[in-house]
C-alpha cells in the first residue's frame, strides 16, 4: 500500500495534501498498489473527500487527546497506520506539520526518509524521488535502502486532480494519550490567511522596499491578484516589524508559486533557493544588473514605487484577483 497522510484544517483536507495524494494516485497505478488516506484527529470530518481525489481507503484514527496536534501522538498513530496497514510507502506534504511528522514516523520504522520531494517515480516497485539540494544549484534523484520509505511533497508542485475512487472507510485504534508534546493554542494571524509556502501568488519586497510601512503597496498588489506578500531575508531582519514567518530562501520557506513577484529584491544565491522553484517569476528592481534578472520570466527596471501600483491598477481593471 502506498499511505497519504492528509492534514485538514476546518473539516476540508488541506490542499498540499490533496496534491500528495493525486501524486500518490498516479504512483499506485504504475505500480499496481492499493492508495490509502490517513486522517488524524478528534473526529476526521470531511475524510470522505480523499475518496474524490483517488483514495481507495480511507483510514481514520479517531481519539479525543489527537483533538490538538501533538509530535509524538500523531507520529506514533502514523506510524501505527503504516505498520498495520503494511504500507511501504508514507507520503505527506512538506508543510510545517508534515515536516515535523514525516521524519518523526520514519526514525520510529527505521525508515528512509527525504525532505520537500519535487519528483516521485515508482521502479520496480520502489519508490525513486527528486529533491533540490545545494540551495536548489543541484537536484537529487535518491532511491531508498529500507522496507519502508517515507518522503514529504513541496507544496504547489504536484497538482490536486480529481478522481473517484471507492475509498472505503476504515476506522483504526488510536495510540494512548499521555503525549509528550501537545499544541496548547494556535494563535491564527487571521481568517483567509494563507501560508507562503502553499500561496499560489507571491508578491514578494527586499531591501529596496525601504521600510516596513511600504509594504502596504505591495499588499495591494497581492490582494489584487488574489495572493500573499514575502519578503527577503534582509527585510525580515531590517527591524520593519516583518516576521520571520513572511521569510522566503534558505533560512526561510520554500515556495513554489504560479507568479512570484519580486519587488526590490537583489537576487541573492540565498533568496533564490526559496523560489526557484516558481513558475514564473516577476523581477522588479531600479538595478539592471541585479542577479534576479537572469532567473525572472519577465524583467521591469524600474523604481517599484511607480511600477507597483500600476501593476495593482491594471490587476483590479482585469478583475484578478477574483
Ligand atoms: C547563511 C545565510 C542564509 C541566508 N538566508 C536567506 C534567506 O533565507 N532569504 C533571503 O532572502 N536571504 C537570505 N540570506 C541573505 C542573502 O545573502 C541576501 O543578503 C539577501 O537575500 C538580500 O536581500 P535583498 O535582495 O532584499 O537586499 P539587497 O541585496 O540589498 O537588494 C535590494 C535590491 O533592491 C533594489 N532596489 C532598491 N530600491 C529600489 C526601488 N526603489 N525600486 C526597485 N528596486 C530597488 C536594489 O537595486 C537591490 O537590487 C542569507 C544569507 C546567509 C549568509
Known amino acids: 500500500m502506498i499511505l497519504v497522510f492528509c492534514e485538514t484544517r476546518d473539516g476540508r483536507i488541506r490542499k498540499p495534501s490533496l496534491e500528495a495524494l493525486s501524486e500518490a494516485r498516479r504512483l499506485a497505478d504504475e ?42 501522538g500523531y507520529a506514533q498513530a502514523v506510524a501505527d497506520a503504516v505498520q498495520a496497514k503494511g504500507a511501504t510507502v508514507l507520503l505527506a506534504a512538506a508543510t510545517s506539520l508534515g515536516r515535523d511528522v514525516a521524519p518523526r514516523v520514519a ?8 525532505s520537500d520531494v519535487t519528483a516521485l517515480a515508482m521502479a520496480d516497485g520502489r519508490l525513486q524521488v527528486s ?29 490536486a486532480t480529481p478522481c473517484a475512487k471507492a475509498g472505503a472507510v476504515e476506522a483504526l ?9 501537545v499544541v496548547k493554542e494556535i494563535l491564527a494571524k487571521g481568517t483567509g490567511h494563507v501560508d507562503i509556502a502553499e500561496a499560489d501568488v507571491i508578491v514578494a519586497g527586499g531591501r529596496g522596499m525601504k521600510d516596513g510601512a511600504n509594504f502596504k503597496v505591495l499588499e495591494e498588489l497581492a490582494e489584487a491578484l488574489g495572493g500573499v506578500v514575502g519578503a527577503s531575508r534582509a527585510a525580515v531582519d531590517a527591524g520593519w516589524g516583518l516576521p520571520h ?17 519580486a519587488c526590490g529584491i537583489s537576487g541573492a544565491i540565498q533568496h533564490v533557493a526559496g523560489m526557484s522553484g516558481s513558475k514564473v ?6 538595478d539592471p544588473e541585479a542577479p534576479i534578472f537572469k532567473l525572472a520570466t519577465y524583467g521591469i527596471v524600474g523604481d517599484l514605487f511607480e511600477v507597483v501600483p500600476e501593476l495593482t491598477k491594471a ?5 484578478l484577483g477574483k
Request: charged fraction near 15%; aromatic fraction near 6%; include cysteine.
Open 245 to 261: 514567518s513572511m521569510q522566503i530562501g534558505q533560512t526561510g520557506k520554500v515556495v513554489s508559486p504560479t507568479l512570484y513577484i
Open 173 to 181: 485504534p488510536a495510540p494512548a494519550g499521555g503525549f509528550l508534546a
Open 107 to 114: 526514525a520510529r520504522l527505521g525508515a528512509g526518509y527525504a
Open 281 to 286: 517569476i516577476v523581477a522588479i528592481n531600479k
Open 31 to 72: 505500480s499496481g498498489k492499493v492508495l490509502g488516506a490517513l486522517l488524524v484527529g478528534a473526529s476526521c470530518a470531511g475524510a470522505e473527500e480523499a475518496a474524490q481525489y483517488g483514495a481507495d481507503a480511507i483510514l481514520k484514527i479517531e481519539a479525543p487527546s489527537l483533538a490538538a496536534y501533538s509530535s509524538d
Open 131 to 159: 529533491r533540490p539540494v545545494y540551495a536548489g544549484k543541484a537536484v537529487a534523484t535518491t532511491s531508498f535502502e529500507t522496507a519502508i520509505q517515507v518522503a514529504t511533497t513541496r507544496p504547489n508542485v504536484f497538482v
Open 315 to 319: 490587476a483590479k481593471a482585469m478583475g
